[in-house]
């Protein structure tokens, strides 16, 4: 294998890095565990060698040195006790992330934390530059700043406390600035999917369904007794050879992943549809919770049938749409297959995918040809990328959401999700982040009185399982002759229950509760910080911790209960 020689001729040429970057290990099938890690470490490491090469870099301090071990002066405490968190990303724009978290920065308790944010790419004068840039205390446009510019403004200038990656290996990032190490406390979070580095990045922010922690180097976990993956070793302990988290962990409660729908993505009411609800209402007790509940429901069927009618309008209503809006490279032969596997069993469904890019149509389509032309008339795709709110909204047409297991929708099953169709999802690799987005967001759409229950629905154990679950779901589907909205034809079932139960709940569940999950990031800057505190003070007091740890590096943060 390629990869396998340029990872070994890196050990006598220093400095280089593989041509299979980190982010390209999120689908590569045939990588190892030990392969991912080499990668980053590959990566992180010429990240490194840029800054301590550099002229301007003062070099990392000798131990008899005030500020040893960091190379800039510790930040002060503010006399308030505030802390300063600032927030360093290139997509601060009309960006995925962007859309996730546009509303975080504001949601920070002001008597507690200083946020600031600064942006790598200039503004695109889009509505989430515009409302990132109102929302912080301090926004910097440093776009055509240099990395020493940067650095030293965010150490000498602002002295900044935590300072978080919301890149990580992926395009726009200026990782140097981290490997600098202006700051005692850095943190990634959201941008990118896995493993950064321990020596630049303290903590990765996550959940323990992405990242279980027996992965994390230097965990005091117990051996792993049987081992049933190809592509690692058993984890022992005192042993980090099958791990891959050289960074700390910082666990959030039920999901890391942040999203931005309950603020940002209401959907305008219809004239013409609430006039039809009015028409079809014979209820006496309007003010009632039961019937605000089953209006919205109907409301959402509704218009659900008049967006499906304009997208698909030579569906016939019996038919079932399967669905997957993630970029075509996601899709691996293996899921491919079970997908028309699943068409092969529903006569009646048909797969909704986007020319995402256009090219990849016609390979898919040849590909599923193997299964029949029945199977592969049933293949259709549609124009590639449309507007954010369109994209969310059309999201609810689906009757079920197919993900891609080597790397799975990130925002997109956020999406799909809010729209209320219900994903299946299997977290292949259980030391791959990027293929345990979607189970991680599934967990978290129940309440927080039973937080598992819609995502056991929806999450798989197997290719086998992927498959027997979206099957049951789909054959539970039946249309009754006469429906209580008796001018559409509305489906019934396990299925759309399911669906119920995610769009009734979605302003009560964990994944969609921004304020709360926000409350829950700053308890953790709080710990993080107060721990560095402490270890700190005893490491200048001579204190020294040598061989292998039996107390944690990670940090877990309690669940706040409403």
């Known amino acids: 294998m390629i990869v396998t020689k340029q990872l070994h001729d890196a050990i006598k040429i220093p400095h280089t890095v593989p041509t299979v970057l980190p982010f390209h290990t999120f689908t590569y099938s045939l990588l190892t565990l030990t392969m991912v890690r080499e990668i980053c470490r590959r990566n992180a490491s010429r990240v490194l060698y840029n800054v301590i090469s550099s002229s301007w870099f003062p070099g990392f301090p000798k131990e008899n040195q005030s500020n040893f071990p960091y190379p800039y002066p510790i930040p002060p405490p503010l006399p ?11 997509d601060f724009t009309n960006h995925p992330l962007a859309h996730l978290m546009q509303s975080v920065f504001g949601f920070h308790n002001r008597q507690k934390f200083v946020i600031y944010c600064y942006a790598l790419s200039p503004s695109d004068n889009s509505q989430y530059r515009q409302t990132i840039e109102r929302s912080c205390d301090v926004f910097v446009d440093v776009s055509s700043w240099s990395i020493q510019q940067i650095v030293e403004h965010i150490s000498y200038v602002e002295q900044i406390h935590i300072l978080i990656n919301l890149n990580g290996y992926t395009k726009g990032a200026r990782n140097e600035i981290f490997a600098a190490r202006p700051c005692p406390i850095q943190m990634s979070l959201m941008g990118y999917a896995g493993t950064l580095d321990k020596r630049w990045i303290d903590y990765l922010i996550a959940d323990e369904i992405v990242c279980p922690q027996k992965f994390v180097c230097g965990e005091p976990v117990e051996d792993e007794t049987e081992c049933d993956e190809l592509l690692r070793g058993p984890v022992r302990r005192n042993n980090d050879s099958n791990r891959i988290y050289t960074e700390a962990l910082l666990y959030l409660p039920e999901t890391y992943f942040c999203n931005d729908h309950r603020q940002g993505f209401r959907e305008p009411l219809n004239p013409a549809i609430e006039h039809l609800l009015d028409q079809l209402d014979l209820s006496n007790d309007i003010h009632s919770a039961h019937y605000q509940l089953e209006r919205h429901w109907n409301r959402e069927q509704l218009m659900r049938m008049d967006m499906r009618k304009q997208l698909f309008p030579h569906l016939l209503p019996d038919t079932l749409i399967l669905a997957n809006f993630n970029q075509l490279y996601k899709i691996d032969p293996q899921i491919f297959d079970c997908w028309l596997s699943i068409l092969r069993q529903i006569p009646n469904a048909v797969l909704w995918l986007l020319r995402f890019p256009p090219l990849g149509e016609s390979h898919l389509k040849s590909r599923a040809l193997k299964f029949g032309h029945d199977v592969a008339n049933r293949v259709i795709f549609t124009v590639d990328v449309a507007p954010k709110h369109i994209h969310i909204y059309r999201g609810r047409v689906a009757d079920l959401f197919l993900d891609t297991p080597e790397c799975n929708a990130h925002t997109t099953a956020a999406d799909i999700l809010w729209s209320g169709t219900p994903l299946i999802t299997y977290p292949k690799y259980d030391f791959k982040m990027s293929s345990r987005v979607a189970a991680s967001c599934a967990y978290s759409t129940g309440t927080l009185r039973d937080p598992n229950l ?9 290719y086998n399982d992927y498959v027997s679950k979206a099957v049951f779901l789909l054959k539970s589907c039946y249309h009754p002759s006469k429906d209580v909205l008796s001018h559409i034809y509305v489906q019934h079932g396990l299925l759309n229950d399911l669906r119920k139960r995610l769009f009734l709940n979605r302003d009560t569940s964990p994944l969609f509760d921004t304020p709360r999950y926000v409350k829950h990031l700053e308890n953790g800057y709080q710990m993080a910080y107060e721990k560095w505190q402490r270890g700190f003070k005893a490491f200048k007091q001579g ?20």
Do not use: E, F
């Not at 819609?454 to 197997?462: D, Q, T």
């Open 454 to 462: 819609l995502g056991h629905w929806m999450v798989a154990k197997s």
């Open 80 to 90: 308030d006790n505030r802390i300063k968190i600032a927030y360093v990303s290139s």
């Open 543 to 562: 204190v020294r911790l040598s061989g292998y740890p039996t107390v944690s590096r990670c940090l877990k943060v309690p669940s706040i209960q409403y």
